[in-house]
């Protein structure tokens, strides 16, 4: 059976099959049907605060597991992906990384601001929030932009993933909240990011640790997802508000992050602009980014930086910004390689082979331009 084939065939299916399928099996837990708790009766199971019977509320390592373990696994997760933020980069990936990151980020935040200005940052038009828009926008799918890169693009645009890296996770979407004024103390992103820090300073100081961490950054994925799916209800997928609060977000973080992207290249002298629309997209594991807000939060209200109130509507709105990043990761992944094929032949009608570096990319085009002028 070729399962993990077939996953794969679906945008960002790693994280948002389990996903999916992790609602599902909750949206039915929670119908509490009647013959599923007699027979979870008849096996001795606890039953939960409210009387009821659930499978996935079995105890024991099945719950641990498939139930309440997005945090600890999304805490392994990051932790890996710090391994993998290599500091010896080239000066010119460290260069088209640092615009890429850069721009993504601030076109994020100032979306997320605008947002939050001319509406309920909260619930604001298609049941959006800050939260939501910040966390799609400034994380890009880094495997389908090393995968387009790696194909369209040449060695630096790969090399800027390096610092790319940077957006995966909740550290920029957590800096962007507290700069619109959520109250954070510096515990809750110490508490947060440290598993970041400490895989960062592993992974720099022994490359073999980074080798040996690298598959953490793809095993955790689909067990967190499922987790975090396991606490949600299909209910979040099937409103069409957060289908069109999902979409929307898709195309602000393709247009926009995308277009300024290309700006931003152009303006310091780059020919191609594959890398831009490239990272362009909504990464799978930014689904993450919200429960690691409210683990965040959790914190936050503990120490008395964050009111009840406050923690009360991060709480409420994480199921829902989790269904629209999901819908925003399938759709951005179906627009970026759409784009990238696009751009790359526009730019080879005008002579710029964007796999060949900027010397070799140069020849090209004069080239070209002498090969016009000589059929003319």
């Keep these: 059976m ?25 949206t039915i837990d929670q119908l509490h049907i009647p013959v599923v708790m007699n027979v979870l009766k008849a096996l001795g199971t606890t039953p939960t605060a409210d009387g009821y019977y659930e499978f996935l509320r079995i105890g024991g390592f099945s719950q641990e597991l498939f139930k309440d373990s997005a945090l600890v696994l999304i805490a392994l997760f990051l932790f890996c992906v710090g391994s993998q933020m290599n500091l010896k980069i080239g000066g010119r990936s460290l260069k088209k990384g640092v615009l890429l990151t850069s721009t993504k980020y601030f076109t994020g935040l100032g979306v997320g601001m605008a947002f939050g200005f001319f509406f309920d940052p909260w619930t604001g038009i298609l049941g959006l929030s800050t939260l939501a828009i910040i966390a799609g926008m400034t994380n890009s799918n880094s495997g389908m932009y090393a995968a387009l890169t790696g194909q369209y693009g040449n060695r630096s645009d790969v090399g800027g993933l390096s610092i790319l890296a940077i957006n995966d996770g909740p550290f920029l979407t957590l800096v962007s909240l507290g700069l619109l004024g959520t109250a954070f103390p510096v515990i809750a992103f110490v508490a947060v990011l440290m598993p970041i820090g400490i895989g960062m300073l592993l992974g720099n100081l022994d490359p073999k640790i980074r080798e040996f961490l690298k598959p953490g950054e793809s095993l955790t994925i689909p067990f967190f997802a499922f987790a975090l799916g396991a606490g949600m209800n299909l209910a979040n997928f099937l409103n069409p508000a957060v289908l069109a609060g999902g979409l929307a977000i898709a195309i602000l973080t393709f247009v926009l992050t995308g277009g300024i992207g290309i700006l931003a290249f152009k303006l310091f002298g780059e020919k191609s602009f594959i890398a831009p629309i490239a990272e362009a997209s909504t990464a799978g594991n930014a689904a993450a980014t919200p429960a690691a807000i409210l683990a965040a939060a959790t ?7 964050m009111t009840a109130s406050e923690f009360a509507m991060i709480e409420k709105i994480v199921p829902i910004a989790t ?41 090209v085009r004069k080239k070209h331009k002498k090969e016009e002028v000589v059929s003319h």
């Design 2 to 26: 070729r399962i993990k084939d077939t996953i794969e065939k679906v945008p960002g299916g790693m994280m948002v099959v389990p996903l999916l399928l992790g609602a599902t099996l909750n």
């Design 299 to 305: 914190v936050a209200v503990g120490s008395g930086a």
């Design 323 to 363: 269904a629209q990043i999901s819908i925003s990761t399938i759709a951005t992944s179906l627009l970026c390689p759409l784009g990238v094929i696009l751009m790359d032949r526009y730019q080879r009608k005008r002579g710029i082979d964007a796999t060949l570096d900027e010397i070799e990319t140069e020849k």
